[in-house]
């Protein structure tokens, strides 16, 4: 760690450039709970903690994305409480995002310099917006590519470095940085260290999030860990090692309680077989067993390819390779589902992630949500779908999932989302297929609404079907689990079964491979293709 | 509202009756003529092929597609169907089938091609829209066929009722349509289809081939559609219903079926062409001049449609609730 | 909420009935009233055109509505007109609705010379006098149908010649000349087309193609345009309407070849007649496009009166040349 010798300090004596104090957000469940957070001028403070520990509701409200439901936060001794985006900016505080906020039409001397396009007759000065970009670019090492080229036609990674390069072209104080490297090179990686730490020489404050704990014990100055919405401990990097952090980071188990438990299992028999199962830019190398009567947990960061693969054996998405093989004919024939139809044929079922956009039919009505998968058994010869048991049904499984609802007939986009999540599971129960897959099942929805899914969950496995769990919860995958298996940047690190769970074991399993002596992650192979410019 | 169940008409079609019977009682004001039976007749009678290619319209854009294409297909089939009869002698029952074919064919192409390749169906239906045109064309050689007596009976009224066949058969359509779309389990995937069709991909029901069967309809209704037509007129035009599809789209949309897709109704689609015909009918035996016809026609569909946007709000206060209008699909 | 829906459920009742009623009142007290009226009001006449977007039957309209205005106690008149020329099921849609409207008198410009009939001698079968103007219907389908409907108009056939005669005096023999023609299925279209042939014929001038441009400007310029590359030694394009001409004459300004082609057209409508000032076109005819309803008009008020036999009557033509308009 030759790098952080160069650090300037005894950072202990740098002045306070951010304090936050006893900061609360609640979205539907608290986020942030009485967090306190100090980050001293001219350092990078690294910011770690496991999935929804609070790493980003934090920055995002620094940032003015979002508003502290209470507590208070002084920038430079001062009161600071940005209503948006505009007033933190005003105040000298960037955040660079993890989804890029790029126009990827426009050139990159466009996108670089956008909010200051034109002259006064908002006719656009090429030559200034070109000297201007070709500044920028050598900043961030990107002095191979020309600036009129169009933002799309560079990696994800380069894009990145753009959208740094645009942020530090501004006079700043606080920079928010969110997993900057995940699709550098290290070259790359080096030279964007390197415009961090002039920075912080200059007195900007940096907050670093990451999962790489070899970037942060190369970058950081000090390290904060969150955990649950608090923070739980802050020190220099130079006092603390990496199994202290991951400790830190899982806890304490007993502060939780499991409130399911697992239950009588029933025989339970191997259902699906599933065989070097790879899609690139997600996962690869992927076997498993999927037995009836269990539940199975994924775990692992998000990014890390679980969402991918429980799509591939749904058939949302198609497989690069690999197969599948089931039960029903033996295991004898290799298969790979090709579209959902597929997969629902072959009795999977999928309670996707993000049922606003891929699940629901948001302006229509709970009644019709709910029956959408089970039509072709509601109808007579003619294809007349039989209205009355529609309803019948539709009523009785809300019931039974404790769905709260006025009228059946008015639009889901009116129910809550622990509602909205039970209405989708709803769907698949009455298809009583073998093997039901759940994406983030308990995403926002309230505490209630949680327990009752878990329970459905248990129910379902009990019943001998075979289910998968994907969460990013680890509570919530101990909590529902019979076995977990866990992700890390799309290759498996880990198995375990319930005697074995620890928090920190799972934890320590899906950093297991962003560490930098593993294989980069697929997305830089592209990276290395579009290094010859395109113009 | 056990009252509104009575009377059998979707509760939103109230506004469009009102729409339509403020118009007649305007032009019976204004003109002596309008207000007569021979005048409805007349004008029923002008209205099949429109009508059947608005319930095409309607389908299609229930799944959140368009169908440029409906009117240069409505000239092509009438196009086959004339010279089948007149140059090659065919059976007029046979030259009728090789019509609908052509329309089933070039519907099952355009929703082959946009939902398989994920073309959007605009610009796939706009190349459709060439092709149909130039094949009329082609098989009229750009003349119009006169066939007179054989195809008579499909646009001449039926002597005591007054009406024609091809009314009673587009009317029959209407019917037919609406009833899939409301009962059965097609119509649920169409709607379902139009508001999130990744859901409904992700619920395990492949879209493409609903899709398919949607273009197809309408490829179908716009080969009727010529075949009414060409018995209207008793000859094949070539450069019949040029435009068309704009008709139909103002139609449908008058019906307050979402350009987006996800909400429609057939009988509501079939409201719309009533306006339109009405409007036609009216300001044609004022005798307004070409200019103001096309601003009035204008302007009553941009209020239709305004009228259909805030038609919620409004029968909720009317009806003396603030809310929960029941949605449309769940009649 | 009873209260109102049963409320909005009456008044719809109330409308419907009212309709109904209104319906059948109207007609028994047309009928009755009928004859009685007949005697005292202004005869109806229903003027039904072509495009009302093509300044020619604009003209048209106008010059009858003018008639209209000097005769007011004779007849009332109302003019409709389609969207595009070649609307055939719009037409149809508008002579239906003049018949329903009983009007005594339909003056027609059919936009096809075959599928208007059928109606036409629908209404000639429901009384009302029905005169036939600009476009003449089939010859050979008014006599299977066995109606007779009579033509107001021009002879394009002689007009065309005319035109013709008065370019073929500026070529030589073995010249090559091109026709564009308006849609093929229409009468005057191939009225024309045989004016300029023979015209051609006679004076032993090539015509190397003729093709059809629907009567439109932009359609004739991009058919003009092909035919002037086509054939470099082109002397002249016979255009069988004044704004097929005007695509013509700017088909030849663009290929730079002014004072190589000729053109001449036919209708005489005012852009034509700068052209033929200017010198960009040799000559029009000009059938008194702004009578024609007007002819049509007086001689059904005619018939009207005296209920004689309805044959065919030709209007008057002129040759326009620059030397014309200049006197």
Request: with cysteine; aromatic share 6%.
């Amino acid at each position: 760690m030759t790098e952080s010798l160069s650090t300037p300090v005894n950072s202990g004596d740098l002045p306070v450039l951010l304090d936050v104090k006893a900061l609360d957000k609640t979205f539907a469940v608290p986020v942030l709970k009485n967090l306190s957070f100090q980050l001293r001028k001219g350092e990078i403070h690294a910011l770690m903690g496991s999935n929804g520990a609070g790493k980003s509701t934090l920055c995002n409200i620094i940032a003015g994305i979002h508003q502290p439901t209470a507590g208070e936060m002084y920038f430079l001794g001062e009161k600071y409480t940005p209503n948006d985006v505009k007033a933190a900016e005003e105040a000298g505080i960037r955040m660079v995002m993890q989804e890029l906020n790029l126009f990827p039409t426009l050139s990159i001397a466009e996108n670089l310099c956008f909010k200051n396009l034109g002259n006064k007759f908002g006719i656009i000065d090429s030559k200034r917006l070109r000297e201007r970009a070709t500044k920028l670019l050598d900043l961030v090492g990107l002095d191979d590519v020309t600036p009129e080229t169009p933002m799309e036609d560079l990696g994800v990674g380069k894009q990145q470095l753009i959208e740094i390069a645009s942020v530090i072209s501004e006079p700043i104080k606080l920079l928010i940085v969110d997993e900057p490297t995940a699709a550098l090179t290290d070259p790359q990686i080096d030279l964007l260290f390197e415009q961090l730490r002039k920075l912080r020489d200059q007195g900007v404050g940096i907050i670093y999030i990451s999962h790489r704990m070899d970037e942060i014990q190369r970058i950081a100055d000090r390290v904060s860990v969150l955990r649950d919405g608090q923070l739980v401990a802050t020190e220099d990097i130079k006092d603390i090692d990496v199994e202290t952090i991951v400790n830190l980071m899982s806890g304490d188990l007993d502060s939780h309680s499991i409130s399911i438990k697992p239950g009588i299992r029933p025989p339970k028999s191997c259902v699906l077989r599933v065989r070097t199962l790879s899609k690139v830019g997600a996962f690869e190398d992927i076997n498993l067993d999927i037995y009836s009567g269990e539940v199975l947990g994924i775990g692992g960061l998000i990014g890390s390819g679980r969402t991918e693969l429980l799509r591939t054996l749904f058939g949302a998405d198609v497989a690069d390779a690999g197969s599948l093989r089931f039960a029903s004919d033996d295991f004898l024939f290799p298969r790979l589902m090709r579209s959902p139809e597929e997969g629902v044929a072959n009795g999977i079922g999928l309670v996707v992630e993000d049922r606003k956009s891929q699940g629901l039919l948001l302006q229509k009505s709970l009644l019709r949500n709910i029956s959408l998968s089970i039509l072709p058994q509601l109808t007579n010869k003619f294809a007349v779908v039989d209205k009355q048991r529609e309803h019948d049904i539709a009523v009785e499984i809300a019931q039974r999932l404790a769905i709260k609802f006025d009228n059946i007939r008015a639009p889901i986009a009116s129910l809550s989302g622990g509602n909205q999540q039970k209405a989708l599971i709803a769907r698949w129960l009455l298809r009583d297929l073998p093997i039901l897959l759940f994406d983030e099942p308990s995403r926002g929805v309230d505490a209630r609404a949680k327990t009752r899914i878990h329970e459905l969950i248990r129910e379902q496995a009990l019943k001998g079907k075979a289910v998968i769990v994907v969460s990013s919860e680890t509570q919530e995958l101990m909590t529902v689990s019979d076995r977990i298996i866990v992700l890390s940047n799309g290759r498996m690190a880990g198995e375990f079964d319930r005697a074995s769970f620890s928090e920190e074991k799972l934890l320590e399993a899906s950093f297991r491979f962003y560490n930098k002596s593993s294989p980069q992650h697929k997305t830089n192979d592209k990276e290395q293709q579009d290094v010859s410019p395109t113009h | 509202m056990p009252g509104l169940k009575k009377l059998h008409l979707p509760w939103n079609s109230l506004g469009l009756i009102g729409v339509l019977i403020a118009l007649i009682l305007f032009f019976s004001f204004m003109s002596d003529y309008f207000f007569s039976t021979v005048t409805f007749r007349t004008l029923v009678n002008q209205i099949p092929a429109l009508t059947v290619i608005s319930v095409g319209m309607t389908y299609v854009l229930l799944i959140g597609g368009i169908d440029l294409s409906v009117g240069s297909v409505m000239a092509l089939s009438a196009a086959v169907v004339g010279v089948a009869i007149a140059d090659f002698h065919l059976p007029v029952l046979i030259a009728i089938v090789c019509g609908l074919a052509v329309g089933f064919i070039f519907g099952v192409t355009s929703g082959f091609v946009s939902s398989h390749w994920k073309i959007p169906s605009f610009v796939v239906t706009l190349g459709m829209l060439e092709i149909a045109r130039g094949g009329s064309y082609l098989v009229t050689q750009s003349e119009t066929k006169y066939i007179g007596d054989p195809v008579a009976f499909i646009g001449d009224p039926v002597p005591v009722v007054g009406i024609s066949a091809a009314l009673i058969a587009a009317v029959s359509v209407v019917i037919v349509a609406q009833w899939l779309l409301s009962k059965t389990i097609f119509g649920r995937y169409m709607i379902a289809i139009g508001t999130n069709e990744e859901a409904v991909r992700l619920a395990g029901i492949n879209p493409v081939s609903w899709k398919i069967v949607v273009f197809a309809i309408a490829g179908l209704l716009a080969g009727l559609g010529g075949v009414f037509q060409l018995g209207y007129l008793q000859s094949a035009d070539p450069n019949a219903g040029i435009g068309l599809e704009l008709s139909a789209i103002a139609a449908v949309v008058i019906g307050g079926t979402s350009l987006s897709g996800g909400r429609g109704s057939v009988v509501n689609s079939f409201f719309g062409v009533l306006i339109i015909a009405v409007m036609q009918t009216g300001l044609a035996q004022l005798g307004v001049s070409e200019s103001s016809k096309r601003i009035i026609t204008g302007l009553v569909i941009i209020a239709a449609v305004l009228f259909d946007q805030y038609r919620e709000p409004l029968a909720a206060r009317l009806s003396g609730k603030n809310k929960r209008i029941p949605t449309f699909d769940d009649n | 909420m009873p209260f109102k829906m049963h409320f909005l459920r009456f008044g719809f009742l109330l409308l419907l009935s009212l309709i109904i009623a209104g319906c059948d009142s109207k007609n028994t007290s047309e009928t009755s009233a009928n004859d009685s009226a007949k005697e005292d009001k202004p005869v109806r006449v229903a003027l039904v055109m072509k495009s009302l977007a093509n300044e020619f039957f604009i003209n048209m309209a106008k010059g009858a509505e003018r008639h209209q205005e000097e005769h007011a106690d004779e007849y009332t008149l109302i003019v409709n007109g389609i969207r595009n020329e070649s609307d055939l099921a719009q037409q149809v849609s508008l002579i239906e609705q003049m018949m329903a409207t009983q009007v005594d008198v339909l003056v027609i410009a059919p936009a096809d010379s075959k599928s208007i009939l059928p109606v036409a001698k629908r209404a000639a079968e429901q009384g009302i006098v029905v005169i036939n103007i600009d476009n003449k219907f089939d010859v050979e389908l008014l006599e299977k149908m066995n109606v007779a409907i009579p033509f107001v108009g021009p002879d394009n056939l002689e007009g065309a010649r005319l035109v013709g005669e008065r370019l073929a005096q500026e070529l030589t023999a073995g010249d090559k000349v091109a026709i564009i023609g308006g849609i093929p299925g229409a009468f005057n279209a191939q009225q024309r087309q045989k004016g300029f042939e023979e015209a051609m014929n006679a004076a032993g001038i090539e015509i190397v193609t003729v093709q059809s441009a629907d009567w439109e400007q932009a359609k004739a310029a991009t058919i003009a345009a092909a035919i002037l590359s086509e054939n470099p030694d082109l002397k002249a394009i016979l255009a069988a309407n004044d704004s097929m001409a005007l695509g013509a004459v700017a088909a030849i300004r663009q290929a730079g070849r002014e004072s190589d082609v000729l053109v001449v057209g036919f209708d005489n409508i005012s852009a034509a007649q700068d052209m033929v000032k200017k010198g960009a076109m040799l000559a029009t005819a000009d059938q008194f496009g702004d009578k024609l309803a007007v002819f049509g008009i007086e001689y059904a008020l005619q018939i009207l009166k005296t209920g004689q036999a309805e044959a065919d009557k030709k209007t008057p033509i002129e040759l326009i040349t620059a030397e014309s308009l200049n006197q």
